[in-house]
């Protein structure tokens, strides 16, 4: 009778060490879960793209040139469904500042610019900006040439880029680069159509011109050979034609920061050894190229540059020609 009790009760404790095992083991397991899951929740996720001001994402150019075919916005483009109630709201794209803004100053004491030329160069308006760029233009008592477009831009700022005293320069008409260069004919009827329009806007018969993408695109490769002969052309028709050397690398994408634009001028000005010619562009959604510009015209103004606007007399930059 004892030997069953005493088996019945280590039974029974038996019984319980493994159930309070089993338990302990089940605690564990939902705590060591909790804490895994808390971690997770608290660890910053990678941040989602964001879109444009025009309604596209904005994608590196694969061009050396660093600028982009216009696109001119459609109501697909410019009028967005709101997004499902289920959807996170996107997050803004990192600026990367710092890493732009520590060796800056190392950088600016590089600059040489004594006895040397900057040309600040817009492409692709007037647009809603234009006026504020001119403002900021006028405050530092700086020249600039503006070449300008026709489709999808503000006409009737045209004249205010000539009384500010401005250079007025020819980017075509359409800025569509599947049609300008896919023939000869093509190119110089876009050419002279920007040019009948910057002529009754404002009475300036234009010959300063800048092929969209400049003259060493590769978008024109559908077309063998069409840089090498409209370069040549333009010229026998009496124009002057001027791609750039350095740039403020705003032809990339609409979202780059103050100061990844003011390092992009610097950086690409290091590189140069006589005169700048610098592209920027003037365009709605180029709303920190605006906000970069004092700055970058107090850099290079105190590095000894001397601000001037392209005329036709002015010695070209050209590209190594590709097409």
């Known amino acids: 009778?004892?030997?069953?009790?005493?088996?019945?009760?280590?039974?029974?404790?038996?019984?319980?060490?493994?159930?309070?095992?089993?338990?302990?083991?089940?605690?564990?397991?939902?705590?060591?879960?909790?804490?895994?899951?808390?971690?997770?929740?608290?660890?910053?996720?990678?941040?989602?793209?964001?879109?444009?001001?025009?309604?596209?994402?904005?994608?590196?150019?694969?061009?050396?040139?660093?600028?982009?075919?216009?696109?001119?916005?459609?109501?697909?483009?410019?009028?967005?469904?709101?997004?499902?109630?289920?959807?996170?709201?996107?997050?803004?794209?990192?600026?990367?500042?710092?890493?732009y803004s520590a060796n800056l100053a190392a950088k600016i004491a590089?600059?040489?610019?004594?006895?040397?030329?900057?040309?600040?160069?817009?492409?692709?308006?007037?647009?809603?900006?234009?006026?504020?760029?001119?403002?900021?233009?006028?405050?530092?008592n700086v020249k600039a040439t503006f070449f300008v477009i026709g489709k999808g831009t503000i006409h009737k700022y045209l004249p205010m880029i000539v009384e500010r005293g401005h250079t007025i320069g020819l980017h075509t008409y359409s800025h569509n680069y599947k049609y300008i260069y896919a023939s000869e004919d093509n190119f110089f009827k876009d050419l002279d159509e920007i040019s009948k329009l910057v002529e009754e806007k404002t009475g300036v018969v234009s010959k300063v011109i800048r092929f969209p993408g400049g003259s060493s695109n590769k978008t024109s490769s559908f077309n063998p050979g069409i840089m090498t002969k409209l370069t040549g052309m333009v010229q026998e028709k009496g124009y002057t034609y001027f791609d750039w050397n350095c740039t403020n690398g705003d032809g990339t994408s609409n979202d780059l920061s103050v100061n990844q634009i003011i390092n992009t001028a610097v950086d690409t000005a290091l590189k140069v050894s006589g005169d700048l010619v610098m592209l920027?562009?003037?365009?709605?959604?180029?709303?920190?190229?605006?906000?970069?510009?004092?700055?970058i015209i107090e850099i290079f103004r105190?590095?000894?540059?001397?601000?001037?606007?392209?005329?036709?007399?002015t010695v070209p930059v050209h590209h190594t020609l590709t097409n």
Do not use: W
């Open 110 to 140: 590089k600059l040489n610019g004594k006895g040397k030329k900057i040309y600040l160069t817009f492409d692709d308006g007037p647009s809603s900006l234009t006026p504020k760029f001119l403002d900021v233009l006028d405050k530092y």
């Open 302 to 313: 105190d590095a000894g540059y001397t601000f001037a606007p392209i005329v036709p007399e």
């Open 1 to 99: 009778m004892k030997k069953e009790m005493k088996k019945r009760t280590l039974t029974i404790l038996i019984v319980l060490c493994v159930a309070v095992a089993i338990a302990a083991c089940v605690f564990l397991y939902m705590q060591i879960n909790n804490m895994l899951l808390e971690k997770e929740l608290t660890t910053p996720q990678a941040p989602v793209q964001t879109e444009a001001v025009d309604g596209n994402i904005s994608e590196p150019a694969t061009e050396p040139t660093t600028e982009l075919p216009t696109t001119q916005p459609t109501t697909e483009t410019t009028t967005k469904a709101p997004p499902p109630a289920t959807q996170k709201p996107s997050q803004p794209k990192p600026s990367g500042d710092n890493n």
């Open 280 to 295: 920027m562009h003037d365009a709605g959604a180029k709303k920190t190229t605006l906000e970069a510009l004092p700055k």
